[in-house]
């Protein structure tokens, strides 16, 4: 008995359910069911942001890496041994050609240049002395000596001359090492930090040097391209523009021309160095930096471009989708060019003024009615009429449904679940009863169903 009422109450408890859902499901009476699928139905506008095709002229560049290196640079070093007497420059600054950089003790250089013209002095008072000989021997002839004595003493002569030639030589050596005691810079440059301060003993074998110079106006880009580049770079014509760009492309830090192309390829790599010059007014390279270089070799005249996100790729090839004039989309196979990150040279199948789909290719497909946008403002809904009068129509049902409870509560009846039909309870054995649900219900005595002397049978 408890089974089939258990039964009896789950079924009755489905009907329920499912009559709600049948009522949620079908909306409200007058109105348009909830729709299933996005905001605007299955069957609404595909909401899309869409860009024109256009005509322009497109660059056609070769972008490698490389670092930045000085036009020029040197480590000052010492030539001759001394002391340091001086450093005549800054950390940092910038020095041209021929500017003192460091002093080193002349004393024992200069000493060594007296010696030399003091030597040479002496040599040519010797040799004005031979030569008043020879033209006395001369003079007398054979006579008096010789011939031989005047041949020695031309012989003599000759050799004094090349004596005050070496000696000649040495002065001029003793004056360029007493040189080397003043320290120039070798070029217009930029000092780096001192290696070595005033005071020092220095030595024409130290490695470290004083101080590095390095020439960053103008500066170099060595990078590296692969070598199907080649063919591009060979072919163009005069000198090619380069361009040195931050590392993340962003930035054009500055612009100059390509000026060497390595005489071979790196047969490890595949790729070929090139060397370009920049200006640099602007201090934005400074050596040892890595940028991105890019080299104009070619430029696209008059050719159609589309946005790089509107290029979309099938098992036939590529394609767009265009949008009609009749806010539907077409989609038309497409012939690529050349492409970037940026945008696309379309060679076939899109013409200037087309405009192309670029976002919102989920439920697009070709012939679907789209809500264009250009991605700044939200799209123009072509349902808005629709929603119009499906918020009308909704008021216009709960209007009428508050007129008719209103009515039946005036009339005395009963609305909702006072409206229903009486709960019936009990089984096919047992007489039906009737409860009321305004009434409270009655509690059942508590009695025992049995006791022992039954069994436990009812009487």
Do not use: C
């Not at 595909?46 to 002229?57: F, G, I, L």
């Not at 830090?253 to 071979?264: F, H, M, R, T």
């Not at 009609?324 to 940026?342: L, S, Y």
């Not at 040279?345 to 290719?361: C, M, P, Y």
């Amino acid at each position: 008995m408890k089974l089939m009422r258990s039964i009896f109450t789950l079924l009755v408890i489905g009907a329920i359910g499912g009559g709600v859902y049948y009522v949620m499901q079908s909306g409200p009476p007058g109105g348009t069911a909830k729709p299933r699928f996005g905001r605007d139905g299955g069957g609404g506008p595909v909401a899309v942001v869409a860009k024109p095709a256009e005509t322009a002229d497109v660059p056609i560049y070769l972008e490698g890496v490389g670092s930045v290196r000085a036009l020029n640079l040197a480590t000052v070093r010492a030539q001759v041994d001394g002391i340091l007497l001086s450093v005549n420059f800054k950390e940092g600054q910038d020095v041209k050609r021929g500017d003192v950089l460091a002093k080193i003790d002349p004393v024992t250089y200069q000493a060594q240049l007296d010696q030399a013209i003091a030597k040479k002095a002496l040599d040519e008072a010797l040799l004005a002395n031979t030569k008043r000989d020879l033209e006395r021997y001369q003079k007398v002839g054979t006579l008096a000596i010789s011939q031989q004595q005047i041949d020695t003493q031309k012989a003599l002569a000759q050799q004094q001359e090349a004596q005050i030639k070496s000696d000649v030589a040495a002065i001029e050596n003793a004056t360029a090492i007493l040189g080397y005691t003043t320290i120039v810079a070798p070029f217009d440059g930029r000092t780096g930090i001192r290696i070595v301060d005033q005071g020092n003993l220095v030595h024409a074998g130290d490695t470290g040097g004083i101080v590095v110079i390095t020439q960053i106006q103008p500066i170099s880009v060595v990078f590296t391209l692969p070598q199907q580049d080649l063919p591009a770079l060979t072919g163009a014509t005069g000198k090619l523009t380069a361009q040195a760009l931050s590392t993340n492309s962003q930035t054009e830090l500055d612009s100059g021309l390509l000026e060497v192309i390595d005489n071979q390829v790196d047969q490890q790599t595949g790729t070929i160095r090139l060397k370009a010059n920049f200006p640099n007014d602007r201090r934005q390279l400074w050596p040892g930096q890595f940028v991105n270089v890019r080299v104009l070799v070619d430029t696209m005249k008059n050719v159609v471009v589309a946005p790089t996100e509107a290029i979309q790729r099938g098992p036939d090839g590529d394609y767009v989708y265009v949008v009609q004039a009749d806010k539907t989309v077409a989609m038309r196979a497409v012939k690529i060019a050349r492409q970037d990150e940026k945008q696309a040279v379309i060679a076939e199948g899109v013409k200037s003024g087309d405009t192309l789909v670029v976002n919102g290719f989920g439920r697009l497909k070709d012939g679907a009615t789209v809500a264009v946008s250009d991605g700044k403002t939200p799209p123009a809904s072509a349902d808005a009429p629709a929603k119009q009068r499906h918020r009308q129509g909704g008021k216009a049902a709960g209007d009428t449904s508050d007129r008719q409870q209103s009515s039946a509560s005036q009339s005395g009846a009963p609305s909702g679940a006072q409206a229903s039909a009486p709960l019936i309870t009990g089984s096919n054995t047992e007489p039906t009863r009737t409860v009321d649900s305004s009434k409270p219900r009655a509690q059942p005595d508590q009695q025992p169903r049995g006791n022992a002397k039954d069994g436990g049978t009812s009487p």
